[in-house]
T-cell receptor
């Protein structure tokens, strides 16, 4: 299994500002994923980040709002831009355990974001 | 389109009793099915998966799940519940042709002492 850390663990931000969330994995992985979990709800995939290529965004999520970087095989960042209270959520990164996109995913502890 | 349904928002069970958390799915190809648990203020922890093979799969912490193709179900079970099992449980499906997960809405399990 992979060990994943995220920074920050939580933050309170003002409307209109941006926050960058970091995700660090203890091993090299091809596929990393970013999810959003709104209060009391399920997880929604934001985008898939592969090293060396542009992130692939899901319907309803755009690069201008959620830019992602993937500079190497152990690290990724997600930026939540021009935040509004509706962006208040837990943001989780995950990696695929099989390395081939077919196994279980391992999740970081999450970043709890509150936008005022 | 792929979908996962967890029909119960909450399940209450007495400690020592068997527990079942329900999950049904809909996929176009072969299903890859997963269960995760989320404790308060923590990320998701992988419990078990069904990819192929035996319909009864065993996972972490004494949990098991039964894959039923005809009923398109993948219910999570445990013979004897513990108070420490109280958490939020998510079922997820991955279509065999893609890497994307679809998560259910989650079921909050409360084990009463």
């Amino acid at each position: 299994s992979a060990v994943i850390s995220q920074k920050p663990s939580r933050d309170i931000c003002q409307r209109g500002t941006s926050l960058t969330i970091q995700c660090q994995v203890d091993s090299q992985v091809t596929m990393m994923f970013w999810y959003r979990q709104q209060p009391g709800q399920s997880l929604t995939l934001i985008a898939t980040a592969n090293q060396g290529s542009e992130a692939t965004y899901e319907s309803g999520f755009v690069i201008d709002k959620f830019p992602i970087s993937r500079p190497n095989l152990t690290f990724s960042t997600l930026t939540v831009s021009n935040m509004s209270p509706e962006d208040s959520s837990i943001y989780l990164c995950s990696v695929d355990g099989s390395g081939q996109g077919v196994g279980e995913q391992f999740f970081g502890p999450g970043t709890r974001l509150t936008v005022l | 389109a792929q979908s996962v349904a967890q029909p119960e928002d909450q399940v209450n069970v007495a400690e020592g009793n068997p527990l079942t958390v329900k999950c049904t799915y809909s996929v176009s190809g072969n299903p890859y099915l997963f269960w995760y648990v989320q404790y308060p203020n923590r990320g998701l922890q992988f419990l078990l998966k069904y990819i192929t093979g035996d319909n009864l799969v065993k996972g972490s912490y004494g949990f098991e799940a039964e894959f039923n193709k005809s009923q398109t179900s993948f219910h999570l079970k445990k013979p004897s519940a513990l108070v420490s099992d109280s958490a939020l449980y998510f079922c997820a499906v991955r279509d065999g042709g893609t890497y994307k997960y679809i998560f259910g809405t989650g079921t909050r399990l409360k084990v009463l002492a």
